[in-house]
């Protein structure tokens, strides 16, 4: 157990449906990030949140739309998904990187997403 | 942006033997880079990583290489074993973003 949690661990979607993924982080952590992983994209950053603040969005679609109302928590909401977007997609956190400090993520173990 | 290139893609290597993953990157500015092992059905973990103002770091079985220089940073698993069969995956860190490698799959051969 490495201090973040997500749910559901599998969804089944279709492509007209509203469903969300939920990433809760146990660590103390500032910064908090989606990822998604498929075999064409292994590990792809999608957002990075740092103390509740949204600092990166890599071009993501926006029927992906993140919400982190604390440092604790982090939503990823699904709107009118595509099949291509069926992948896994694995929540992280870690320290702000500062200093000594050199920021390691800690990644939960995954929502596995398929979209229908 | 950061781009992190990893190769191979799939290494096969006789138990016992050494494994070395090599990766480059693009920003000048990144000045942390980790390495994590991903094994089957499980979430990536951290196994070592190495600092913009170190050229090398071990430990035990595992060594990380960095030449800030040519951009490129690469990983050692001396007398492999079973258990290092999975996939390994290489990142550049700039700030929040934590950009990762495509991965190499490590099958240890009996």
């Known amino acids: 157990e490495t201090g973040v949690t997500q749910t559901p661990r599998h969804l089944v979607m279709g492509m007209t449906n509203k469903k969300s993924l939920k990433c809760e982080q146990h660590?103390?952590?500032?910064?908090m990030y989606w990822y998604k992983q498929s075999a064409k994209k292994p590990l792809e950053l999608m957002f990075v949140?740092?103390?509740?603040?949204?600092?990166e969005n890599n071009s993501v679609p926006s029927r992906f739309s993140p919400e982190c109302p604390n440092s604790s928590h982090l939503f990823l909401h699904l709107h009118t998904l595509q099949p291509e977007d069926s992948a896994l997609y694995l929540c992280?956190?870690?320290?702000?990187?500062?200093?000594?400090?050199?920021?390691?993520?800690?990644f939960g173990e995954g929502s596995r997403l398929t979209v229908l | 942006g950061e781009n992190v290139e990893q190769h191979p893609s799939t290494l096969s290597v006789q138990e016992g033997d050494s494994a070395v993953i090599k990766c480059t990157y693009s920003?000048?500015?990144?000045?942390?880079f980790p390495w994590y092992k991903q094994e089957l059905g499980k979430r990536p973990q951290l196994i070592i990583d190495?600092?913009?103002?170190?050229g090398e770091k071990k430990d035990q079985r595992i060594a990380v290489t960095l030449n800030k220089t040519a951009k490129h940073f690469s990983l050692h698993i001396t007398e492999t074993q079973p258990e290092d069969s999975a996939v390994y995956f290489c990142?550049?860190?700039?700030?929040?973003?934590?950009?990762f490698g495509k991965g190499t799959r490590l099958h240890i051969l009996p």
């Open positions: 949140y740092n103390f509740k603040e949204q600092t």
């Open positions: 190495i600092r913009s103002n170190v």
């Open positions: 992280a956190s870690s320290p702000t990187s500062t200093g000594a400090n050199t920021g390691e993520l800690f």
């Open positions: 990142a550049a860190r700039e700030d929040d973003k934590i950009i």
């Open positions: 920003d000048s500015a990144s000045n942390y």
């Open positions: 660590l103390g952590h500032n910064a």
